[in-house]
Every structure is written in C-alpha cells, then in structure tokens.
C-alpha cells in the first residue's frame, strides 16, 4: 500500500444518490433559467411590436401589405405564455421536492417551444406573402430557441431542438409555393435543404455547448461532494492543506494498518475550575485556546481526530503517511506548550497543558453506520498515547513521550528519562521520557 488516503478524487463522478441529486437540482436551476429568457423574449417581443403598431402603423402596413392585426399575435403568444408559467411553475415544485423531470416532458416542451416561429411563420405567409416572409425575421427565432436549448444541458434535446426546427422550416418552404422568381429558386429542395442543415448544425453545437455545461456541473460538484466526504470522515478539523492532499489521494475506502505518532492533549484540574464560571465563559476558553492549538497542528502537518471535553486526540502520519511524523508531533508538542505560556500570561484562568505521544501501528479507516461515517484509528498504541498523557499530573510534567517515540528522534531534542513506570493495563513497566 502507497499510504495515501482513500477519498473519491474530484475528477471522479460519485455514482451517489446524494450527487445525482445535487446535479438533477442544477439542471432543473439552469432550465428554470432558460423559462424566464424565453418569457422575456416573448414579453420584449409584445411590447415592440405593440409599440410599434402604435408609432409606425404605415410601416406596419406596408410590411404586412395591409393585413397585420394585433389581436392575431395576442391569440398566438398569451397560451404560450400561460403555458411557459406553467412549466416554470412546474419546475419550482420539482426542484422543492428534489424530483426531476420526466425526459418525455422535456422533449414534448422542445417540440412546442420549437414550433411557435413556425406557427408564427405560417401567419406571415399568409399575410405578406412566403417570399416576403421567409426572408422575414421569423426564421430567424429559430436560432433563439436553439441557443437557449444550451441551458438544457442535454446534448440530445439541442440536437432535436435543431432538428425540429430544421424540419419544420423546410415544410413550410416546400408548402407555400412563392409565385416570383427568388420564390422559385426557394421551392428547389436544395435552396431550403441547406438552410435546415445550418438549423441542425446550430442545435448540435448548442448540445455540445449544454454538454460541456453539463460536465463543468459534474465536476463542481464531485469536488464539492469530495469535499464534503472529507469533512464528514474527518471533521472540520482538517486543514485546507490537508484536504487538498486528501482530495488528490484516489479513491477507496478500506481500513489499514499504518505506522503513526499519536498525541494526546488534555488541560490539568480544568473541570474544578469550570465548575466556578458560567457555560459561555468555558466555551469561550476553550475556543480561544482550540485555535491557537489546532493551528499549530496545522503548521505541522497533524490533524485533530477528535475533541475530547477539555482536550483532543491528534495523528500525524494519518490519514497521509508522514516519514517525519514524531519529529512533526515533538515539534507540535513544543510549540503548544510554549503557545499555552504566552496565552496563560495575564489571563484570569490559566490553563496548565498536559501532552503524550506515542508511536506505533494502529488500525485505521472509516468506522460508524452507513448515514454516518468517521475516520478513525484503534489499538494499543493509542491507549499507550492516552496513558502517557495522564503520567503528567504524576510527574508535574507536560510533555511526555515514549521510547518509541525517543528512539524515532534521536539526540534532537534533550529528553530526559523518567525510567521504567507503571502504567495502567500493562504487565510491564513501560520506559518513559520528559521533554518538558
């Protein structure tokens, strides 16, 4: 085993309910986005040809030759407004409910959106003529729902959306027969085939756009739920540096066995002392001196497991391997100790530390029930580590480390030996060293 952590890397999709909803909810975001654009447009659309059947009637009705009524667009585009309310309405349910929609709906609101410039088209022809209309700007509204088709996020349904309209415009090119001469060449298949590929093309590279959308989604938020399996495995006690590291590891998540310095951390006579103070006076102790603690861990490359009352269980070498792991936890110890005087001088309520480490082999990996997971680590080396640290009310200590731990070190730092002493749960006596 390389001795990286298994969580899901961010590049990785999680085949999770919890992701699959995470992105069903985005998707369905981005269509109710797209509703709203196409409301817009409808409604901007109103208003300018409202306006300017009041300021221009002349031009009105020379382009319409006379047979533009208003009326006739209100009957056309108020059901389709009702109708995009709806499906807008239809969305905000769904997404309160976490439910997606069924792809049957999505293509059938394709096929109706699609077919509203066709619907408008068929009234211009009769109205101005199929030369006149053609060359109009309904053909152009086309392009409008192939664009917006993008925020489907759905390669296929662009493409249909393309496809429909493609189909659609050259049916009614090919059904209204144009009596002038630009009209005739406009009846060869050809003339209006290569104009209903362009609305092809234009939907198929609007549901690669929706796709690249669709996979940036995806990515988001793999990362965000790999981030999160993090925070749930080990608590916010991590640090941004390690998360990352975490993130990067690869994928698993089997218990195994590693080798690892683990500290305890525990504050001397403090529930008496709590006793005297009010609930929030103690937490905001404890906050105060947590953070000094826990961010000299991060500097050193450890992580808090677990907060234990008034103190907390930290590893170094887990879940990451760390061939320094007792030089970084020694380190640590110091620094706390030294971190605690400067924090104790003035203070009303000073705070006595009380630290031991120990290395050895434990077993580590993912223990709890399937909703809820934490990483831990579990065996002798841990109670080891927990013993030694209740050795400094005996010895008026508060750095304590064991042989492990000392021989891993070297002549680096100054330890003196305490010898061999009686540790709870243990037939022998267990050699002990003071660092401070």
Same mark, same amino acid.
């Given at each position: 085993?390389?001795?990286?952590? *298994? $969580? *899901?890397?961010?590049?990785?999709?999680?085949?999770?309910?919890?992701?699959?909803?995470?992105?069903?909810?985005?998707?369905?975001?981005?269509?109710?986005?797209?509703?709203?654009?196409?409301?817009?447009?409808?409604?901007?659309? /109103?208003?300018?040809?409202?306006?300017?059947?009041?300021?221009?009637?002349?031009?009105?009705?020379?382009?319409?030759?006379?047979?533009?009524?208003?009326?006739?667009?209100?009957?056309? /585009?108020?059901?389709?407004?009702?109708?995009?309310?709806?499906?807008?309405?239809?969305?905000?349910? %769904?997404?309160?409910?976490?439910?997606?929609?069924?792809?049957?709906?999505?293509?059938?609101?394709?096929?109706?959106?699609?077919?509203?410039?066709?619907?408008?088209?068929?009234?211009?022809?009769?109205?101005?003529?199929?030369?006149?209309?053609?060359?109009?700007?309904?053909?152009?509204?086309?392009? =409008?729902?192939?664009?917006?088709?993008?925020?489907?996020?759905?390669?296929?349904?662009?493409?249909?959306?393309?496809?429909?309209?493609?189909?659609?415009?050259?049916?009614?090119?090919?059904?209204?027969?144009?009596?002038?001469?630009?009209?005739?060449?406009?009846?060869?298949?050809?003339?209006?085939?290569?104009?209903?590929?362009?609305? $092809?093309?234009?939907?198929?590279?609007?549901?690669?756009?929706?796709?690249?959308?669709?996979?940036?989604?995806?990515?988001?938020?793999? *990362?965000?739920?790999?981030?999160?399996? $993090?925070?749930?495995?080990?608590?916010? @006690?991590?640090?941004?540096?390690?998360?990352?590291?975490?993130?990067?590891?690869?994928?698993?998540?089997?218990?195994? $066995?590693? @080798?690892?310095?683990?500290?305890?951390?525990?504050? %001397?006579?403090?529930?008496?002392?709590?006793?005297? %103070?009010?609930?929030?006076?103690?937490?905001?102790? =404890?906050?105060?001196?947590?953070?000094?603690?826990?961010?000299?861990?991060?500097? @050193?490359?450890?992580?808090?497991?677990?907060?234990?009352?008034?103190?907390?269980?930290?590893?170094?070498?887990?879940?990451?391997?760390?061939?320094?792991?007792?030089?970084?936890?020694?380190?640590?110890?110091?620094?706390?100790?030294?971190?605690?005087?400067?924090?104790?001088?003035?203070?009303? #309520?000073?705070?006595?530390?009380?630290? !031991?480490?120990?290395?050895?082999?434990?077993? /580590?990996?993912?223990?709890?029930? *399937?909703? %809820?997971?934490?990483?831990?680590?579990?065996?002798?080396?841990?109670?080891?580590?927990?013993?030694?640290?209740?050795?400094?009310?005996?010895? !008026?200590?508060?750095?304590?480390?064991? /042989?492990?731990?000392?021989?891993?070190?070297?002549?680096?730092?100054?330890?003196?030996?305490?010898?061999?002493?009686?540790?709870?749960?243990?037939?022998?006596?267990?050699?002990? #060293?003071?660092?401070?």
């Amino acid at each position: 085993m390389d001795g990286d952590v *298994a $969580v *899901a890397g961010a590049h990785e999709r999680p085949a999770t309910p919890g992701f699959d909803a995470a992105l069903t909810r985005e998707i369905l975001v981005t269509e109710r986005l797209r509703i709203k654009a196409v409301l817009a447009i409808l409604l901007l659309f /109103a208003a300018s040809l409202t306006l300017m059947h009041q300021v221009f009637p002349n031009s009105m009705e020379r382009i319409w030759r006379g047979q533009f009524e208003l009326w006739r667009f209100y009957v056309l /585009a108020i059901p389709l407004i009702v109708y995009e309310l709806g499906v807008l309405w239809l969305l905000r349910r %769904r997404i309160a409910l976490n439910q997606d929609v069924p792809v049957l709906r999505r293509y059938l609101s394709a096929l109706v959106e699609t077919s509203l410039p066709t619907i408008a088209l068929m009234f211009q022809m009769n109205a101005m003529g199929p030369e006149r209309a053609l060359g109009f700007a309904t053909p152009f509204a086309y392009f =409008l729902f192939i664009i917006l088709s993008t925020l489907r996020l759905d390669f296929w349904l662009s493409t249909f959306t393309g496809l429909v309209a493609a189909a659609e415009l050259f049916a009614m090119a090919m059904l209204y027969h144009p009596a002038a001469s630009l009209a005739e060449a406009a009846q060869e298949p050809g003339y209006n085939i290569i104009r209903s590929i362009l609305l $092809v093309i234009c939907g198929v590279l609007a549901g690669a756009v929706g796709l690249q959308l669709r996979r940036q989604f995806e990515a988001s938020i793999a *990362a965000s739920s790999a981030r999160d399996r $993090v925070t749930n495995l080990f608590g916010q @006690h991590v640090s941004p540096q390690v998360a990352e590291r975490l993130l990067a590891a690869g994928a698993g998540s089997t218990s195994e $066995v590693r @080798h690892v310095a683990i500290m305890f951390v525990d504050f %001397r006579d403090f529930t008496g002392a709590a006793r005297l %103070r009010t609930p929030q006076q103690v937490v905001d102790r =404890l906050d105060g001196v947590f953070a000094v603690l826990v961010d000299i861990l991060d500097r @050193h490359h450890g992580i808090v497991n677990k907060f234990l009352g008034d103190g907390f269980l930290a590893l170094f070498g887990a879940p990451i391997a760390d061939p320094d792991a007792a030089q970084r936890a020694v380190a640590a110890g110091f620094e706390m100790c030294e971190a605690m005087e400067r924090d104790n001088a003035g203070h009303e #309520w000073p705070l006595r530390v009380g630290i !031991g480490i120990h290395m050895g082999n434990v077993v /580590a990996g993912n223990v709890g029930s *399937a909703r %809820r997971k934490e990483y831990t680590v579990i065996g002798d080396t841990v109670n080891f580590a927990a013993r030694l640290e209740t050795l400094n009310k005996d010895f !008026g200590s508060q750095l304590l480390i064991s /042989a492990a731990v000392r021989d891993a070190l070297g002549e680096e730092y100054h330890a003196v030996s305490l010898g061999d002493v009686p540790i709870k749960g243990y037939e022998e006596p267990q050699t002990v #060293w003071k660092l401070r």
